[in-house]
């Protein structure tokens, strides 16, 4: 009911003006903006941290920080790029474009919407002050592993705590309007098995929010008893077990990392077939494919711990049902290749961070698999190794998917386009980047140098040397990425309803810049002949 | 055909419910944590004796001594972190038959000026020993009191069943000691 009044009150102007439009704005275009913009001021902040990191990597011996600082960098650098920065870039984009896929005039419950937005930027500053506070920010790795985040934290924990409480609130709130939004809102004619892959992994990833985000509020609460009113969850004198701990994280964290990878795949393949000219190859295998995954995710977690003392049997159910994961991973490559097989491909900005992504990706999956053998991981536990492939997939994973939805969807939102001399600049400037960045890692672990340290044996120094470099690299051309959006915004050429050739879907059947308010009135499903799913 | 339905169709109603089935879910897997996961973990530690967290006391049993299987017993005592105390075996080896009850102590003693209370929290190896190695008494029931400067011999009796796996010819027993007074502090102050 709501969202039809407001509808109706605002359709024939466009936002409100000055900031309100912006505190009080129930308009998906809008949110999807204010947490697309988020995500990258978190970026460039978990990047700076990320920075100072390298930079003390950059030579052995301490030079720049002290060790009690720079486990505070490495700690907030994980939890702000995991919870600042991928996640709200998904929301965004999620925001942004699902209502304008299944067309539906905007998202399900458009205040909570607000609200689970406005939140965040409480949560991250809570969590950025920490820095200033005396003890200093949390030092116990993004994993905040019991009893290092209780019995030997500094006293800024409990302000962690509640950061997370808020953010899990948030992600709670926005996965419930996803569902909501895309069960109920379909334009007639858009049924389950027509709609968009994007909006399929998010429907999936925001089930997985549901499922695993109390569990994370669960665990913070049990930490938070812990330090504050003497329980003894995670207190083995108590009667209690830090082994818990991480049972209960992984259980959380295993879905997590899929939380950050699943609307990732939803939007290569709405590019690459845009690129390719081609129809997406084995559309139902990719949907019960993204199932899959989702599943598994919730089997798996101990493998995360192989090495705290797990049974002979157990180590092995978990190395197996994280094999397992190959197979349904391999489905989507496989699809995504076979996309791309004689199709008229060309390689515009997006395609290029697309195309990027399956291959860096499928790399960072290897590597994963490597670390699935159980006996194996007992050498690579803890080492860069592990460093190398979770950065691998979130990286060149994630972030290329991220950046390529940017340059793909930004002529619509902005209605400009965006210079392609400069993105292609930023695309291989990234490209090259990241992989001087995190390849020498590999090496770095395989020989056994230990995460988490500032400090390192000489024999690490020249691979260290050249991955600080690759960081450096990497991390300026970000800013490039921040000029080429600006430049877009204020001085791009206009770009047209449907700036790419192959492109498909609802969303480029609206003018660009996207109006306030679309689909008011349903569009006809089954008029838009390139949304049949037919396969051949 | 369900999916031809219109919007307002859709709508009334649908969010309504889709919202209380989430929140359901959200609020089912809190609870799931705190009264499924956290039990069930302990539960699953105490059946399969991963942890080699021995459980509470039980009652001598009239086990036939296999004389012919001698299992060598070791005892290792550890203090936790900032523990102050002087905490160690009476005797670090015996060699126990299966069925016999044997008896052994631990020495401990607060090398402090302040009174404190400690509690020892065993573990045992190799894991699968567990659910074998009964204690009939053990200083780790309970906690322990020490003056400054006091020292006690805490006993431990135990005995080990026949059916211990053929393949176990030792068994390690660690003890860490903890330092609870603050918590005892806390606990005695609440009431």
């Known amino acids: 009911m709501t969202t039809a009044t407001h509808d109706h009150d605002h359709a024939h102007h466009g936002p409100a003006k000055g900031i309100t439009r912006w505190l009080y704005t129930t308009n998906h275009k809008d949110i999807g903006t204010m947490y697309l913009w988020f995500s990258f001021a978190m970026f460039l902040l978990g990047g700076t941290f990320a920075m100072v990191i390298r930079a003390e990597l950059f030579q052995p011996g301490l030079q720049l920080v002290q060790p009690e600082f720079f486990n505070q960098m490495t700690t907030m650098h994980g939890l702000i790029m995991v919870f600042g920065a991928v996640m709200p870039a998904f929301v965004g984009l999620a925001n942004w474009m699902i209502p304008m896929m299944i067309g539906a005039p905007d998202m399900a419950l458009p205040r909570m919407n607000n609200l689970s937005f406005w939140i965040l930027p409480f949560a991250f500053a809570m969590l950025a002050s920490t820095l200033f506070m005396e003890g200093g920010a949390p030092n116990f790795g993004w994993t905040f592993y019991a009893p290092l985040s209780t019995t030997y934290a500094p006293p800024s924990v409990t302000f962690f705590i509640f950061a997370v409480h808020i953010m899990g609130a948030s992600s709670i709130m926005g996965a419930i309007n996803i569902v909501a939004t895309i069960l109920n809102m379909r334009a007639p004619g858009m049924t389950l098995m027509r709609m968009p892959l994007f909006v399929w992994t998010w429907l999936i990833t925001a089930y997985l929010l549901i499922a695993v985000m109390p569990v994370l509020a669960g665990v913070v609460t049990m930490m938070l008893m812990d330090i504050h009113f003497g329980t003894a969850f995670f207190n083995a004198a108590g009667g209690g077990s830090p082994v818990l701990f991480q049972h209960v994280f992984w259980f959380f964290g295993h879905p997590e990392v899929y939380i950050m990878i699943l609307p990732a795949f939803g939007i290569v393949s709405a590019i690459i077939p845009a690129f390719a000219r081609k129809q997406l190859f084995g559309y139902s295998s990719m949907v019960y494919a993204t199932a899959s995954i989702a599943f598994l995710s919730f089997i798996v977690w101990a493998h995360h711990m192989f090495t705290v003392g797990i049974p002979f049997l157990g180590e092995a159910f978990f190395m197996w049902a994280t094999m397992l994961i190959a197979v349904p991973t391999g489905v989507k490559v496989f699809n995504w290749v076979t996309t791309m097989f004689r199709g008229s491909m060309t390689f515009e900005t997006p395609m290029l961070f697309a195309v990027c992504f399956v291959v860096l990706f499928t790399i960072g999956g290897f590597s994963g698999l490597m670390l699935a053998v159980a006996p194996a991981d007992f050498q690579y536990h803890d080492t860069y190794f592990v460093v190398a492939h979770f950065h691998y997939v979130l990286v060149p994973g994630a972030v290329f998917s991220i950046m390529a939805a940017v340059y793909y969807w930004l002529p619509k939102w902005s209605g400009k386009m965006y210079n392609e001399t400069l993105g292609k600049v930023h695309f291989w400037l990234s490209f090259v980047g990241v992989n001087v960045l995190f390849f020498p890692q590999h090496f770095l672990g395989l020989a056994g140098m230990p995460r988490r340290i500032p400090d390192y044996a000489l024999q690490f120094a020249d691979f260290n040397m050249i991955s600080s470099i690759g960081g450096f690299l990497f991390g300026a051309s970000q800013l490039l990425f921040l000029y080429i959006v600006v430049h877009t915004i204020v001085a791009g050429k206009p770009a047209k309803a449907k700036p790419w050739d192959g492109a498909e879907g609802l969303e480029w059947s609206v003018p660009s810049p996207a109006p306030y308010h679309t689909f008011e009135t349903p569009p006809d499903i089954d008029k838009a002949p390139q949304l049949d799913r037919k396969e051949p | ?191």
Request: some cysteine.
């Open chain 2, 1 to 191: 055909m369900s999916e031809h339905r219109t919007d307002t169709e859709r709508k009334s109603g649908g969010h309504h419910s889709v919202v209380v089935k989430s929140l359901l879910a959200v609020v089912g897997m809190l609870a799931f944590v705190f009264v499924g996961l956290v039990p069930m973990y302990n539960l699953i530690c105490e059946w399969t004796g991963v942890t080699g967290r021995t459980t509470g006391a039980s009652e001598v049993q009239n086990f036939v001594v296999a004389e012919d299987r001698p299992i060598k017993v070791q005892f290792l005592a550890t203090n936790n972190a900032d523990m102050p105390w002087e905490f160690r075996p009476m005797v670090k080896q015996v060699t126990a038959k299966p069925g016999e009850l044997v008896q052994v102590n631990f020495y401990a003693r607060n090398k402090t000026r302040r009174d404190m209370t400690a509690q020892a929290i065993p573990s045992l190896s190799p894991f699968e020993s567990t659910p074998y190695f009964h204690k009939t008494e053990c200083f780790c029931f309970n906690q322990q009191p020490l003056a400054a400067g006091e020292d006690v011999e805490m006993g431990l009796v135990f005995q080990i069943d026949p059916d211990l796996p053929d393949w176990v010819r030792t068994i390690s027993l660690s003890y860490t000691l903890y330092d609870i007074t603050e918590q005892q502090e806390v606990a005695s102050a609440k009431p």
